[in-house]
């Protein structure tokens, strides 16, 4: 069903008063927010003195949302609704702000921002104000779980948080100019994976106000009907509430909300109760109202109402611009009414402040915008006891994520009486090596399904869908309101969502600072089909370069695991799932590889984060020749082999081992919780030895996280230097330097020790890799001795 204005006419006179009055009052709030400082109830006339030196803000999607929040307020109440409000238009801090402050949330979680005249000028002051609160629908506002800085995400959050709350509404206003993006306009889709029985639901509500910054939006001048026919493709049942004039408006919203929320209400009925196994067309509302709706209708002789010049600050007010905007702001304030909205003392009246839902009923109240409250541990199985058997190292093993797979499937199975567990993945959770999972859960499918389809069900713990951000933004909804995840992906392509973990990161920076906020579960990301093993597909998936990009943010969030091995990831996946309110990310290889510790040796390895490896290492008695340091899979294959080229041809070498599983243990403590101090740094990796550090990611990063160390100038690390094609395993390491070789010869270049021997070695190294060369340019696979390699030093290292 598409309406303009429903027929029907829902509100009565009282009832259209009393909304109209929340409206003008939370208008009245925005306004006072972006522009004063000082009088906030116009009790004297308006002077310059009484604004803000700088007016910071976005107008122009505010009286919209405040208009939406009113009448969810109404149906909330009306039909004794738990709903979320997600303001997607980026700037709409003033309305989400203005709106808490009406319900009294606000002034709960914020005493001094009282709800009296004080209270009011204190709200008004701090708002994009030096030590106050952002222009954005901000954590620091209570009832907001999307910070809405950067757009396209509010969509994918909204279903995460009504993903296994089958109780739960999510309103979600998503601004014109947010439509444009990637992210929003994939989001559309997410209406294919609700399900009905078990999850709750999703209201859109596209805020069509005509204008982002400077320019038109394109879902504004598309015309009605292509507009309608683009939503109902996507598979939603869209209701427009079209026009300007306050009263007919207010009876069109009514009327369609109760229409939509009537129509959520059969849809759910019918498959929870009825059994109706179709996928529902979900109904939303296409807003069209005025950018800058109620706001001046001409400024200095051109529109303003309606236009692009209504996105911020519509009227410059200072000592140096024409004295009539002054008298037009205080205009513009009064047409509010301010005096019918809050009596002498700055209250609100009692019979708006009636129309707030009560407690946890207010949006800007409601816990699950406020996760941790709600949060649970998981119950998890006991990692030792998915441990891959390491009688002596080297063993040979079947992929680290493949056996990390029978894990997550029984911490699914344990956690399915709860459901607040699931993974999401960009259709690569079978590819990433964690087809197990499927052993206990499907994928959570409403599409059709065919024959010969594998794992899909109309519920399911995976949650896949061919777009990154979609996941991220699932996974980020559903974490935020309280429940646990996992984020499966190609390494390469995790690039696809910096930006939104740049703003889940700094969400979680600033929550750690609100006393009021609870600690959530941490967003967890495993990368595999790594840049190491992208031999098939070539250069355009090999990329280990969103760790650099992690650890630029807080180092009280970032957390960043590169386990050597099976029982090594077992371990921290099991701490990854515990932990809380933090950002971590593993990177684990997928294919047969090499197991070096047993599940005891591992634990203890991983709670340390770094260690010396003795039974790899020859100093025992005596100070090291050279530290051969490594972090990541594919790197401590590459350097144990490369020890035991030393072991046996140099054997007079005195070469230490280290292991690194946590990254940020390189970096000064000083700078990282997890720093080692420098004096047990300096006994890893002495103060003067040379350190050949091979790593799983880009050299410079080592060199970052360690310039303030001792013996810096004598680190030198092998990395990923931009350098891959479609060859063989063996072949990318030797592409970047970082094999066993190249190693070696590094040794060779800066150990004096190493002599005459030396430089008979390197020439024979100098050769193999001209060898191996000539070798996979005819056969297509690496040389015997290196697909054939097993560790068991010395004589491991002999070359053919």
């Known amino acids: 069903m598409t309406t303009d ?27 006072g927010q972006i522009y004063l400082r000082d009088n906030p109830l116009l009790k004297e006339p308006l002077a310059l003195s009484h604004v803000k030196h700088m007016l910071l803000g976005h107008w122009g999607t505010t009286p919209g949302q405040n208009f939406i929040y009113a009448h969810l307020n109404r149906v909330i109440r009306q039909y004794d609704l738990d709903m979320l409000y997600l303001s997607g238009p980026g700037h709409g801090g003033p309305a989400v702000v203005a709106n808490a402050y009406l319900d009294g949330t606000y ?28 222009s954005h629908a901000s954590p620091e506002c209570p009832g907001s779980l999307h910070e809405g800085g950067e757009l396209g995400y509010s969509l994918s959050h909204a279903f995460g948080a009504v993903f296994d709350n089958p109780g739960l509404i999510a309103a979600c206003v998503v601004g014109d100019g947010e439509a444009e993006t990637g992210p929003l306009a994939t989001a559309w889709h997410s209406n294919k994976f609700l399900d009905p029985v078990g999850d709750g639901a999703v209201l859109p509500i596209l805020h069509l106000n005509g204008y982002k910054i400077a320019n038109p939006t394109v879902l504004a001048r598309i015309g009605r009907d292509e ?5 109902r493709g996507y598979g939603w049942t869209p209701y427009f509430v079209s026009g300007s004039e306050p009263a007919a408006m207010h009876q069109a919203m009514a009327a369609t909300l109760d229409a939509a929320v009537a129509q959520i209400r059969q849809i759910q009925r019918g498959a929870r109760e009825q059994g109706v196994a179709a996928r529902p067309r979900w109904p939303m509302i296409v807003l069209d109202s005025p950018k800058g709706w109620t706001g001046p209708k001409l400024v200095d002789g051109k529109p303003n ?58 949006m800007s109240a409601n816990p699950h915008a406020n996760g941790g409250l709600l949060l649970r541990d998981l119950r998890l199985p006991d990692f030792r006891d998915y441990a891959v058997a ?83 933004g699932w996974l980020e909804g559903y974490l935020l309101t309280g429940r646990h995840g996992l984020f499966n992906c190609y390494e390469a392509f995790i690039h696809i969502v910096d930006s939104m973990f740049n703003q889940h ?56 695991y590169l386990p050597p091995d099976a029982n090594c990831l077992l371990s921290v996946m099991d701490h990854c799932l515990r932990s809380r309110h933090y950002v971590n990310v593993v ?36 100070e090291p020749d050279v530290v051969m340091a490594c972090a990541g899979d594919v790197p401590t294959l590459e350097t144990l082999a490369a020890v035991s080229i030393l072991r046996r041809y140099l054997p007079e070498l005195k070469v230490r081992v280290v292991n690194v599983v946590d990254l940020m243990k390189l970096q000064s403590p000083s700078e990282h919780p997890h720093g080692l101090d420098d004096d047990d740094f300096d006994q890893l990796f002495t103060r003067d030895k040379p350190v050949i550090f091979a790593f799983h990611g880009y050299p410079t990063l080592i060199h970052r996280l360690t310039y303030r160390r001792t013996n810096h100038d004598n680190l030198h690390v092998h990395g990923y230097k931009e350098e891959g094609t479609i060859t063989t ?19 060779i270049n800066r150990v004096p020790q190493a002599g005459e021997r030396g430089i008979y070695l390197k020439q024979k190294l100098l050769d193999k890799l001209i060898e191996h060369k000539q070798y996979i340019d005819e056969n297509g696979e690496d040389l015997p001795e290196i697909r054939n390699w097993m560790w068991d030093a010395p004589e491991a290292g002999m070359l053919a």
Not at 110 to 128: H, N, T, V
């Open 227 to 231: 507009l309608e026919q683009l939503l």
């Open 305 to 362: 109402e309606g236009t692009f010049r209504a996105h911020q600050v519509p009227l410059s007010v200072s000592a140096s611009s024409p004295p009539e905007h002054l008298q037009q702001l205080e205009a513009w304030l009064r047409s509010y009414r301010p005096e019918e909205l809050f009596d002498a003392h700055g209250r609100l009246r009692p019979e708006l402040a009636a129309l707030a839902p009560a407690g946890t009923r207010r």
């Open 729 to 747: 395993a063996f072949d990318m390491t030797v592409l970047n330097a970082l094999d066993r070789f190249h190693l070696v010869i590094d040794v």
């Open 587 to 622: 990177v684990a290889g997928k294919h047969p590889a090499p197991q070096w510790l047993a599940m005891d040796a591992a634990q203890r390895h991983c709670s340390q984060g770094i260690g010396l490896w003795p039974w790899a290492s020859s100093d025992q008695r005596g």
């Open 5 to 31: 204005t429903l027929a029907r006419q829902p509100l009565d006179p009282a009832e259209l008063h009393g909304i109209d009055g929340w409206w003008r009052a939370a208008n009245y709030l925005s306004v």
């Open 505 to 560: 990161a700094k969400w979680l920076k600033m929550t750690a600072a609100i006393p009021w906020r609870r600690p959530l579960a941490s967003l967890n990301y495993l990368l595999a089909s790594h840049v190491w093993r992208q031999d098939h597909n070539g250069f355009t998936h090999q990329d280990p370069g969103f760790i650099d990009h992690v650890v630029n943010k807080k180092a009280s969030i970032v957390r960043v």
């Open 390 to 472: 390491v009688p002596q190292p080297g063993v040979g093993g079947i992929g680290d994520t493949r056996a990390l797979g029978p894990f997550l499937r029984d911490v699914i199975r344990l956690n399915e009486p709860s459901r607040n567990f699931r993974v999401f993945g960009p259709d690569e959770t079978v590819s990433n090596g964690l087809g197990a999972v499927f052993e206990a859960t499907s994928r959570q499918w409403q599409a059709t399904l065919q024959p010969n389809d594998e794992f899909l069900a109309a519920q399911g713990r995976v949650v896949e869908m061919l777009s990154e951000h979609q996941c991220e």
């Open 107 to 134: 002034s709960e979680v914020y005493p001094d921002i009282s709800q009296d005249e004080a209270g009011l000028q204190r709200l008004f002051k701090q708002f994009s104000f030096p030590g106050g609160i952002p």
